[in-house]
């Protein structure tokens, strides 16, 4: 090794390090409480809109904490050239959303902002030339019956049974088949399909210009049963969390409000408990959208242990002394794991813990299993156990069930959801591979029958060109970065021909710049648009999992440029 490389090594290293350091300190200084890390999900501006628009309705409007002004001003610096929106904040997109720009287009109007003024003439062409209001998809749709702006008639009723357990229906109750965010939104959404309630906005808010069709609505709501009525009220107030939202989501907690207001003028049955559901249910969607950091940009709701548990990984694994870290993982342990083992994605979740996040929290309490004066063994056994409980059929996990996977009929009833939300929690790539990455740093085998079965789904679930779809990031890059530290783990053979398939297709995929980006359009299209996009940090750092376990097990990899964009 010449002086001129020993020269070049040492100069890296110190900027890898300093990098890290800046990093660590960043994080470190962001704690909130001494104890935890929280960093709202970015699910689009149009989402506080949403909330903004049932404002009048549900009598928030002189006493929300949202800044309208705000929100307003950083709407219209975000409206494209072309007069869209982008839900996401996505480099690679380039021309709006329909629904989006629905809602942020309704929101402005309803701001005061002049519908004839340049950006709003704008939108309204774009939007009428993208199809207008019939070309959005289905929640949006509901939204605008709710709020007067849309036929329920162009909506599909949702079967009243599918919401039944008694007797025979026990059978084709809903919840025994969807994920478990879809439950909270059905609920009140089929009570609306079918009773039709219309909440006036005031008319400078209205946007009969978007609709392009005659407006028809004519056939009558249904009359509910007292029976069906009853299971509405029940219903509404099983599924209502500890701090007052719905399935821990402002949209089904918005929804459900709506609904109670509505079933307060037709029943008293469990009449107090629904007026206290209602207040419970504003506070909380006041809670979720505004009350933690960088509020504003979409966040549906609390994933705190997530954000602790990654920063947790990362600060441990980055050199930070256990005892600094410590605090985090003990509030992680005592005020968010349950009973079984599992730990939630954050408040409101206490009902169904989920494996992501348990497979993290495996990693991170592994790395006090050595230690004699403080550890977390029982903990860790007891997580452990608890996931391999939870491992599917096909060898995979879901995010929070087992053997949710699909089921035609509900599949077929609620088809006209499927352009607004994924139905059900079948099994993912991404989550398996975190989950075997928790029991490799536990000290699981590879011979262990619970890691032979990950496996071997991990390898039926490659695609062609050598990748794998990922569920709960985008997209194929994520998966890898899940699928490669998960393998390594258990000490599976990296050298396998189907791994350097995937290895070679990454390395193929580098931008210019050095870093890695993708887009949500590879979901659509994988073939022109998986591991392609503009870089971005979170990419590059997933695609430099792979490099790094790659390299340990002597690819000819090399990892210089994936750093220097770092």
């Not at 209602?278 to 940009?297: D, M, N, Q």
């Not at 990693?363 to 299993?369: A, E, F, M, R, T």
């Not at 087992?402 to 009929?409: D, Y």
């Not at 059900?424 to 619970?450: C, I, M, N, R, Y």
Request: hydrophobic share 35%.
């Amino acid at each position: 090794i010449n002086a001129e490389y020993m020269g070049r090594f040492t100069w890296m290293l110190g900027r890898i390090n300093s990098t890290i350091k800046r990093a660590q300190d960043l994080y470190l200084s962001q704690m909130l409480q001494g104890k935890f890390w929280q960093y709202p999900s970015h699910l689009g501006i149009n989402f506080p809109w949403q909330y903004f628009l049932t404002l009048p309705t549900i009598g928030m409007l002189d006493k929300t904490t949202m800044n309208i002004e705000r929100h307003k001003k950083e709407t219209l610096e975000t409206q494209l050239p072309n007069g869209g929106w982008l839900q996401l904040d996505d480099a690679n997109l380039k021309n709006g959303d329909i629904s989006t720009s629905i809602f942020n287009y309704w929101s402005l109007k309803g701001c005061g902002v002049d519908p004839q003024s340049e950006p709003m003439v704008r939108a309204r062409n774009w939007i009428l030339e993208n199809g207008g209001l019939d070309n959005a998809n289905t929640l949006t749709k509901y939204w605008l019956a709710v709020l007067g702006q849309y036929p329920y008639d162009k909506l599909e009723p949702i079967p009243l049974w599918a919401l039944r357990k008694d007797g025979i229906f026990k059978y084709s109750y809903a919840d025994n088949y969807v994920a478990q965010w879809i439950t909270p939104h059905i609920i009140p959404m089929s009570y609306l399909r079918a009773t039709k309630p219309v909440y006036l906005q005031p008319e400078s808010w209205r946007i009969p210009e978007l609709y392009k069709g005659e407006f028809n609505d004519s056939k009558p709501p249904k009359k509910l049963s007292e029976f069906y009525m009853n299971m509405y009220v029940d219903r509404h107030i099983e599924v209502q969390r500890p701090r007052g939202s719905y399935g821990g989501y402002t949209v089904c907690s918005l929804f459900a409000t709506m609904a109670m207001m509505d079933i307060l003028k037709k029943t008293d049955y469990r009449r107090k408990e629904i007026e206290k559901c209602i207040e419970g249910a504003k506070k909380a969607i006041e809670w979720i959208y505004f009350g933690a950091p960088k509020a504003y940009k979409g966040t549906l709701c609390d994933g705190r242990c997530w954000d602790t548990l990654l920063i947790a990984q990362g600060l441990i694994e980055t050199g930070i002394p256990l005892e600094v870290v410590k605090p985090s993982v003990d509030f992680m342990v005592n005020e968010f794991v349950q009973p079984n083992g599992g730990i939630t994605f954050g408040y409101e979740f206490e009902f169904v813990p989920d494996t992501d996040d348990t497979g993290i929290l495996a990693i991170v309490l592994s790395q006090w299993k050595n230690r004699k004066d403080h550890n977390y063994n029982k903990q860790l056994e007891k997580t452990n156990n608890w996931l391999i409980s939870m491992q599917n059929k096909d060898g995979g996990f879901g995010a929070f069930h087992k053997g949710k996977s699909g089921h035609p009929v509900v599949k077929f009833v609620a088809r006209q959801f499927i352009n607004s939300a994924e139905l059900f929690d079948q099994s993912s790539v991404d989550v398996t591979g975190h989950v075997l990455e928790g029991w490799g740093h536990s000290g699981h085998k590879l011979s262990d029958p619970h890691v032979q079965k990950a496996i071997k789904y991990i390898k039926k679930e490659q695609v062609d060109f050598g990748a794998w779809e990922a569920r709960w990031g985008i997209n194929y890059i994520y998966a890898m970065g899940a699928v490669f530290p998960g393998l390594a783990s258990v000490g599976y053979n990296l050298q396998e021909e189907w791994l350097r398939k995937s290895v070679n297709w990454l390395l193929d995929k580098q931008n210019a710049d050095g870093g890695f980006g993708e887009s949500c359009l590879s979901y659509k299209d994988p073939h022109q648009y998986a591991g392609r996009g503009v870089s971005t940090p979170s990419q590059t750092a997933w695609a430099l999992f792979v490099l790094i376990e790659a390299y340990k097990a002597k690819y000819p990899v090399r990892g210089n440029t994936i750093v220097s964009f770092l």
